[in-house]
Every structure is written in structure tokens, then in C-alpha cells.
């Protein structure tokens, strides 16, 4: 066999060079638009690929190797072990470009004492494959507003907007009852921080700091009550944004919805040096859909505290802006502070009582004081460079309910301003115009989960603010930080009452996303064994995910709980205004029923008759005859009128 010389030479030098051939990465496109696209990462001729073998998320471009924003592992493409695949990543603008490098890691450069929060070795930086050119959202992305959220104003014809833009330049706000006729306008004020506000590590580290961008607010005011309201913000300079839209608060309406949760954090495509939430996705995914089910009635989404989870690392408080906006855009988003905004060593306020440890990752609650807008002044010095602590205590009302946020992470005892703030505002209620009354904290006065930690500052809690909740005739206590749902009884002193007069209905709604979960309380003789009693008190709890919907007029407030794994409702509580409490069966509440039916008109309850069967329904009767009949003996001496049914539950 002749081989051409020429040829040979050719084959040679193809395979040397196959054989140097270094790893490429490229990415499609090379400009994105907003917030959510994705770019298309594409990697080749990876030697050997491991896989251990991964790819860094970088932003602002020049930052060092171990200063990654995120990290994925280049095995989560199928075609990854022929040295060449493919990811496609969604994008959050952080006003500035990003940048991608492919890394080599072997098992001996695993460093088990760097670690991410989720106790993962964080991956080594030792051996760098590739590099990609950068990708942004180009000067009209740095410009444009985003992270858009609404909240109420003191006055009720108002309504306060808070969006982010890359730079100081003036923005507004336009506004009109048409789409097409946004003659109202207002100009927004531009506030930003430094990492000098941060007050420990990683907030002020170079790790965790990346700049957070211009913080802009406005008021919209002279709003019609019930009217829906069109509006974007921006500039004609740098452009504006989509036209989104709200029902302005109406002062005449008796009917109140609201969408209430604690501690849902938000979720990352990426992994990162903190765990993220991707339950979140779906609590966002199943208000969504029961505020667009509403049509032109008002509501309220209530987060009490533990919000986006950044714990320091600035970027996740940009991935929680985006994954809100579009419930955020429509209705007011409400908050109240957790110990993951604010907790850290040199608060002012830390007895010696209390657990509070550096939970915030060193932002001294700046990013919550400044990202959000709440109603009223309250204010606490933070004694270090940054600026007061916001948003603690406020109060506002809502159809027929008066809804009152407190701070669990500041001086909540008696003698303190917010002490004396609760006690005035509780005992100015007009209850002819709002008869319920929701309080609303982030650590919880009563669960049964065995949090210890907390124990002494619950008990401060009861001692403190509870004789405030049982004199003024506080409806519904709701709190977060224990990551699950679970219903009480009306309860004073860690006792039942016969109805909520006196003896406020306590709700731990802490299941928004958050996926630490402590075990329930052990029997106090067998703390070691995994038995968990439900305590009396207790009418139902649960480790499912999800939130609690509120609905009310003058006469009735119901708050039905939805789990996150079908959408349904798996528990809920009638309040009446006369004082009665009637807990919902489980059983009568997991049924489907359509959400607009469910939120506007007939409770659930009401509707779910109109769907059974005649033999379902005499079944029904005679079963309740006979319950009736063998517990009349017990209960006969209760009065019908102040009468209260507890169902005990609990789902595992």
C-alpha cells in the first residue's frame, strides 16, 4: 500500500493537534434583554472530563477564581462524558456583564473544611479549562427598571412603588386608570448603600458584596378606592417599563383578601455558597394563580420576615426581587423583619436572654430597610456606619381587618417605643369599621416544634405582648421562623379558651419555602426517642410547604391553608365576629374546588355542597346525628353561641 506523503503529513499533524487542543466555551447570546433570559453555554474538547468538572458563574467579569456568584456541574448536560455538552441558564440583571469558566477538580483538591452553608466542600479553582466572552444586558438593561413592588401608603388613597436601576439618573413613575392614558406622574427618589454599611462578613467581604444598584421610590396618590390602576416606571433617558397594573385599596369595601407566609426565601438556577429555596417556585406559582383568579378585587401578600435568605451574599437579594415581580407588581407586598435580615453581634438590643447571633451574614438589616417601603416611621439606630434600621413595627387596615406587624428581632418589652406603639394602635381600633384584628411577627409565641433555642423569648413574648393581644381583643396572631404550618386553638396562657375574645387564634405559618424543618417536641421524659405527642393546643400541623389564604368581610374570617405539592387547601379556620371559632375538617377542604369560587362569593365550605351526591349527603347526616348524639353528653354544657369545634390534625 502507497500512502501519499502529503497525506500522511496531513494526518499527523491533524491528530497532534486533536490532541492540544484546548477546551473552548461559548455562549449565545451575547446580549440579553431582562431579568429571566437564557443564554445558551456550549463547551468542547474538555481532556478526560471528570465529574467533578464544572462551570463558574461570574459577575462582575473580572472577579477572582473563588468569587463566583454560582456553579453548576458540567454532568447535568447528557452528552457530557464526550468532553463537549451544553446548559442553559436564565439570567438575573446585576447591572453588570457576566463571564463563565470551565474548571478541572480532582478528588485530592477536595477541601472538607470549605464548605457552602448546605455543608457541600465548595468546589477548587486550582485548574482553569476555559473562559468565555462576556454576555449583559447591554446599556438600555443597566438603565431600565426592574424589581418592581408595590406597598401600601399611610394614607389609603395612595400606593408606594420600589423598583432598581443601575444608576443615579432621575426616574418616574406614570400613572392612569387606562393603558393607553398615563397622564399622572410622580418622581422617585434614588437611595443606594455601600459595603461600608455592612457590618460583618460575608456582607462586607469581596465575596459576599457585589454592588446592589439605585433603589428608586414613589408614592401614586389621589387613587379612586376599587379602580384599577395602570402604570410603569423609568425615564424617557433609559427607558421604561412594562405597563404593569393593581386595584387601588378601597375605603369603603368590607372584603379583605390576603396572602400570608413567613421564611420563603427564593431559588437560584445555580448552586451557591448559601442554601436557596426551590420550594419558593411553587408558593409563587400558586398565588399567582389565585390573584389572577380575582379579577378586580383588591388583595395583599403578607412575608413575615425571613425573606430572600441572602444571609450576606448580595446577589440573592436580586434572585428574590425577580422571582416576586410578578406578584409584587400587582398587589402590596408586606413585610416584616426576621432574624435573617437583621441579627447581628453588636445590635443594640441583645439580652442576654435572647438568641441573637449574626443570622443577617453582617447586613445589619440595610438591604430590608432600604429595598422595602412600609407604612409609618419606625426606625431603630443600628450603632455602626449603617443607616437606621426600618420597617419594624406599622399598621394599617384592609376591608374589615386591621393588620398590625411587630419586630421580634428589636426591644419588643414593656417601657420600649414599640411596646408603647402596639399598645396605642391596638387600643385605637375601631372595631364597628374593622372587627378583626391580625398581628403579624416573626418568631412565634407558641409552636410545639422543639425549638428550644427560643424558648425564653417566647416566654418574654407571653409575658410582654400577649396581655396587650388579650385585652384588645386580638383576632389572629401569625408568625414565622419554625418552617412549617400548625394551627392552635384560641389561646391565652398556653391554655384553650371557648372563643377568640380573649384568647387569640395563633397561627406558625412558617412554610413559605424554607427547607430546615426541627423535629416536633419530644415527650419531656423520652427526649431522645423519636415519638411526638400533639399537645392539646395544637388543632393541626404539618411539614408541607406552602401559604394561607384570608379572606373576610364584617362578619366572618376564614384562613384556609394551601400546600404547595397540589395547590388544595388541607386546612382551615372560620373566625366569626361574634367570637365562635370553627375549625375546618381536612376532609371537607382537600376537595377541588375552582379558586375563584373559593376567594370571591361562597366560602369553601358553602360551595363543596353544590358538588356532592344525595347519597353522599344523607351519609353525611346521619353520620353527624350520630357524632352528635354521643358527644352531646360532653359538650351539652357549652353555650351554641360561644361555642368552638376543634379537629385536631397533623399530616407527616
Known sequence: MIVDFSTFILFISVFISSANAKATLSISPKTLSRSGD????????????????????????????DHFIGYKFLNVSPTWQSGSGAISLPLTNLRSNYTFRIFRWTQSEINPKHKDHDQNPLPGTKHLLAESEQVGFGSAGVGRPEQIHLAFEDKVNRMQVTFVAGDGEERFVRYGEAEDALANSAAARGIRYEREHMCNAPANSTVGWRDPGWIFHTVMKNLNGGVRYYYQVGSDSKGWSEIHSFIARDIYSEETIAFMFGDMGCATPYNTFIRTQDESISTVKWILRDIEALGDKPALVSHIGDISYARGYSWVWD???AQIEPIASRVPYHVCIGNHEYDFPTQPWKPDWGTYGNDGGGECGVPYSLKFNMPGNSSEPTGTKAPPTRNLYYSYDMGSVHFLYISTETNFLKGGRQYEFIKRDLES???????????????????????????????????????????NNVTLALWGHVHRYERFCPISNNTCGKQWRGSPVHLVIGMGGQDWQPIWQPRPNHPGLPIFPQPEQSMYRTGEFGYTRLVANKEKLTVSFVGNHDGEVHDSVEILASGEVISGRKEETIKTVPVSATLVGKPESDVLWYVKGAGLLVMGVLLGFLIGFFTRGKKGSSSSDNRWIPVKNEET
Not at 445558551?40 to 462582575?60: A, C, E, F, M, T
Not at 375601631?430 to 417566647?458: C, L, W
Open 38 to 65: 437564557s443564554i445558551l453555554i456550549k463547551w468542547s474538547n474538555v481532556d478526560s472530563p471528570s465529574d467533578l468538572d464544572w462551570l463558574g458563574i461570574y459577575s462582575p467579569p473580572d472577579s477572582p477564581h
Open 319 to 321: 434572585e428574590f426581587f
Open 429 to 471: 381600633v375601631n372595631r364597628e369599621k374593622t372587627p378583626f384584628v391580625v398581628v403579624q411577627g416573626h418568631r412565634p409565641m407558641y409552636t410545639t416544634s422543639n425549638e428550644v433555642r427560643d424558648a425564653m423569648i417566647r416566654q418574654k413574648m407571653v409575658e410582654h405582648l400577649e396581655p396587650l393581644f388579650v385585652e
